[in-house]
């Protein structure tokens, strides 16, 4: 095969991945349109990029493994290519430090301005672990495989820990707490406290109804405890007053009581 039809070759792969992604993000935003696409068209452009640059990397792949093995043969590529590799993981665990930074500290604007920055370099650092491991499988020799898998590890690192920093912060956002409008709770103190002692008659001095509140009766409608105007009266729900027997001496008798 002569250098044009390889290099005709290469290019016609990623113009094929180009198609395939341009598509999918077309599908993708005609079966997303709607009204929050328009009120959040920012975000959702965003996301549509990020789509489109996956995509693309995926389908890119046996275009650019073409690419790598017909460079197979040409040492200062992969030398070149080499050192490369290590300056952008270098530039992804420099952007991993930016992200997490601003957040463990008080830190002025300039670094929170970087990590926001920090965050986008981190989002492709899936793309290139994934050209660091096809080139690292395909160099010719030792020492560019061994630099090639090892920005792939850092690359796939950073973008796996902040995606457990991200996973995490959202679970946490979307625990349900429990409701507990609507449920009455009756709290008992001093009622508690003196609830199942013997009263003066040999009795329990206290009886509350399970699940009533201090004061109501069943089939009494819930109405505020007030002082009465008329002590002699008695409520519906208060036994009558007993009175202890007394001893009483009667005139007249020095040791016999009366009961």
């Known amino acids: 095969m002569r250098p044009l039809a390889r290099v005709g070759l290469v290019l016609g792969g990623y113009v094929v991945a180009f198609v395939v992604a341009s598509a999918l993000v077309s599908v993708y935003v005609a079966a ?13 452009g965003f996301g549509d990029d990020v789509l489109f640059l996956a995509v693309f990397g995926i389908a890119a792949v046996p275009a650019s493994g073409a690419a790598l093995f017909l460079l197979k043969l040409y040492r200062a590529f992969w030398l070149a290519l080499s050192i490369a590799a290590l300056g ?3 530039t992804g ?48 020799n030792r020492s560019s495989r061994f630099a090639l898998l090892a920005a792939t590890v850092a690359e796939a690192a950073v ?14 956002t979307d625990i349900q707490r429990p409701d507990l409008t609507g449920r009455p709770i009756w709290l008992y ?5 003196i609830r199942g002692r013997p009263g003066p008659s ?28 008329d002590p002699s009266k008695q ?24 009961l």
């Not at 349109?33 to 959040?40: T, V």
């Not at 103190?189 to 406290?193: E, V």
């Open 32 to 44: 997303t349109s709607g009204p929050d696409r328009q009120a959040y068209s920012g975000m959702y």
């Open 88 to 90: 952008i993981a270098a």
């Open 159 to 172: 973008f796996a820990y902040v995606a457990f920093v991200w996973s995490a912060h959202w679970g946490l």
């Open 202 to 229: 040999g009795g329990e001095g206290l009886q509350i109804s399970a699940g009533l509140p201090p004061g109501r009766s069943p089939g009494r409608p819930r109405t505020a405890l007030a002082a009465r105007a």
């Open 235 to 258: 409520e519906p729900d208060q036994t009558s007053p007993r009175l202890a027997p007394a001893a009483v001496s009667p005139p007249g008798r020095g040791s016999e009581g009366v």
């Open 93 to 140: 665990l420099a952007a991993l430090i930016g992200y997490v930074a601003p957040r463990t500290a008080d830190a002025p604007s300039l670094l929170h301005t970087w990590s926001g920055l920090a965050a986008l370099r981190i989002l492709v650092a899936p793309l290139f672990a994934l050209g660091f491991l096809l080139s690292g499988l395909l160099a010719p």
């Open 189 to 193: 103190c001093s009622q508690n406290a």
